[in-house]
Structures are given as structure tokens and as C-alpha cells.
């Protein structure tokens, strides 16, 4: 075995970065789940795959699209849309063109309960995300945020759960 070299290693402002910014998701994303949870009884999850559907054609989209969209494994997706149908916000329909595949179809209790739910998440994301930062850090932000969009693998390739 090699022994570790200095490129191994994040340096100390690499080391800074990195572990600031896993605090800082983590703290908005625990934020924002507390907040929907308590306010709407859903997850961010859930938050996210009735999101996607509103903003489909038909308020539909096929599971594995949906999947990708929200970064979910399928199964994970399949278990928050299951939640989701029980709760009369989603259906799922089999997709004629081919047998195999489902729809997930946004229902009318879903939509009004995503009207309900955007302006806390919404305001909740903007003081937590944006209000920190000025327009100038905003735009910088923006930046960094589609820098790194455009060098992360594609959704087929990520390993997410």
C-alpha cells in the first residue's frame, strides 16, 4: 500500500470549504424539513416530487423522471409517492405506452396542499439562503451553484437514497 502523499489530502482551505458547506446544507435542509413537517405533515421530499408534478404537462410525470428530478433512488421515490397516494395528494396510473411504467399524477388535494405549503417554504428559504447574502454574494452563489451543476455526474450516474 502507498502511503498517503499531500495530494491525497484536502489542504486547510479546501478542509474549511468542504466542511462548512456540508454544515450549511445540512442545517437548511433540517430547517426547511422541521418546517414542513410541523406546518404541512410532508417532507422536503414529498415537498419536492409535488413541486415537480405541478410544473409537468398534466401534472404528470413518468416514476424514474420523477426520480431523477427530486435525486432519489427509485425505491426511496416509490416509498415517499406511496405515502403521498395514501394521503389522496398523488396517484399512480400505468403507463400505456409501456407496461412496465407508472405515472405519478399530481391530484387536486396534492395541488391545493402545495399552495398551502410554498409561501412558508419560499419565505423560510429566502431568510435562511438568501437574506444572509447580498445581491453581489447572490449572483456569486448562482454561479458557483450552475459551475457545479454542470461537473456533477449525471442523475443516471449519482448513488443517491
Not at 414529498?46 to 404537462?57: F, K, Q, R, T
Not at 429566502?126 to 447580498?134: M, S, T
Request: charged share 25%; hydrophobic share 40%.
Amino acid at each position: 500500500m502507498e502511503p498517503m502523499g499531500s495530494g491525497v489530502w484536502l489542504d486547510a482551505d479546501e478542509q474549511r470549504v468542504w466542511r462548512g458547506f456540508l454544515r450549511a446544507n445540512a442545517a437548511l435542509y433540517g430547517a426547511l424539513e422541521r418546517d414542513l413537517r410541523s406546518r404541512c405533515g410532508i417532507s422536503l421530499v414529498e415537498y419536492g416530487i409535488l413541486v415537480h408534478l405541478s410544473e409537468a404537462d398534466g401534472r404528470r410525470l413518468r416514476m424514474h423522471t420523477l426520480a431523477q428530478c427530486v435525486i432519489v433512488s427509485k425505491s426511496r421515490l416509490s416509498h415517499q409517492v406511496a405515502r403521498l397516494e395514501e394521503a389522496g395528494y398523488v396517484r399512480r396510473i400505468h403507463c400505456s405506452e409501456d407496461r412496465r411504467g407508472l405515472w405519478a399524477v399530481l391530484t387536486g388535494e396534492g395541488l391545493d396542499l402545495l399552495e398551502r405549503a410554498a409561501p412558508g417554504h419560499a419565505a423560510l428559504v429566502r431568510r435562511l439562503l438568501f437574506a444572509p447574502l447580498g445581491d453581489e454574494q447572490t449572483a456569486q452563489l448562482g454561479a458557483i451553484v450552475d459551475r457545479l451543476s454542470q461537473s456533477a455526474p449525471a442523475p443516471e450516474e449519482r448513488r443517491t437514497g
